[in-house]
């Protein structure tokens, strides 16, 4: 499987941006998939994911009300919109999936990744 994550950049703080991942070489199954990101210096960080079944993404407290994670209907692109950036978003993002049935904020149990995209939220 390859998750391709793309979207991130430098943005003002205030601003908005849309970050893109698309699933590729899997044969048809389940999966979630989650929004990581890192920070300088910090630990992983799930931020939002969303469930192969149902349509209740779940969000970190840290951008609840500000990010907004989506599918396309084919299930093989995910999306998570962002707004109202501030610099403390700023980190590298990742996307990832699990195909197990833990709970969707399970970080541990996320065992396919993509390569990381760069946002950078300027003061």
């Known amino acids: 499987v390859q998750l391709q994550a793309s979207g991130g950049g430098l943005v003002q703080a205030g601003g908005s941006l849309r970050l893109s991942c698309a699933v590729s070489?899997?044969?048809?199954?389940?999966?979630?998939l989650g929004w990581f990101r890192q920070a300088p210096g910090r630990g992983r960080e799930l931020v939002a994911a969303f469930p192969w079944r149902g349509d209740r993404p779940w969000y970190a407290d840290s951008v609840r009300g500000r990010a907004t994670i989506s599918r396309n209907s084919a299930k093989d692109t995910v999306w998570l919109h962002m707004n109202s950036l501030k610099p403390e978003d700023t980190a590298l993002y990742y996307c990832?999936?699990?195909?197990?049935?833990?709970?969707?904020?399970?970080?541990?149990?996320?065992?396919?990744w993509g390569q990381g995209t760069l946002v950078t939220v300027s003061s």
């Open positions: 990832a999936l699990k195909t197990d049935s833990s709970p969707i904020y399970r970080m541990s149990n996320y065992d396919s």
């Open positions: 070489g899997r044969a048809f199954s389940a999966y979630d």
